[in-house]
């Protein structure tokens, strides 16, 4: 919507509203696997509701920001190049070694990402930003 995406993230706060800060990032079960990819410090986000998984949703508050497209990068459409850039010849992307890189990277101009895996979109940040409790999913 006029150059904005919604996200959306699940938090076990009760609370109008927190900051969501990847330092934190890895302490969740879930979490733990994508630390695995990479341990570069970021926060998850869906882009669609439909896809959140049930171990993230249980118990938890659903929070929403907010974000100016322009601020994030599209992994999928790759418009700098990068993961033709970093990906190594032989191996591709390997865990926190070509993954690391490519965050640091992006980093450096976007406050995000956007990719997709096979179940789900998602939107990674790599700076603290402040989300508002969604009163109804």
């Known amino acids: 919507k006029s150059g904005k995406i919604t996200l959306y993230h699940y938090a076990p706060v009760e609370a109008d509203e927190i900051?969501?800060?990847p330092s934190q990032f890895g302490k969740q079960r879930y979490s733990r696997r994508e630390k695995e990819?990479?341990?570069y410090p970021r926060s998850f986000f869906y882009v669609n509701l439909d896809q959140a998984e049930p171990e993230v949703k249980s118990g938890k508050h659903l929070?929403?920001?907010d974000i100016p497209t322009n601020k994030l990068y599209s992994i999928k459409k790759d418009p700098d190049g990068l993961m033709k850039s970093i990906r190594h010849p032989?191996?591709?992307f390997r865990n926190?070694?070509?993954w690391t890189e490519l965050f640091k990277t992006i980093h450096k101009n976007y406050l995000g990402a956007y990719y997709s895996t096979p179940s789900m979109d998602l939107v990674v940040l790599f700076e603290p930003v402040k989300a508002n409790k969604m009163e109804k999913e």
Do not use: L, Q
């Open 90 to 92: 032989t191996y591709g």
């Open 63 to 65: 929070f929403t920001i």
């Open 19 to 21: 900051d969501v800060d």
């Open 96 to 98: 926190d070694i070509e």
């Open 37 to 39: 990819r990479s341990t």
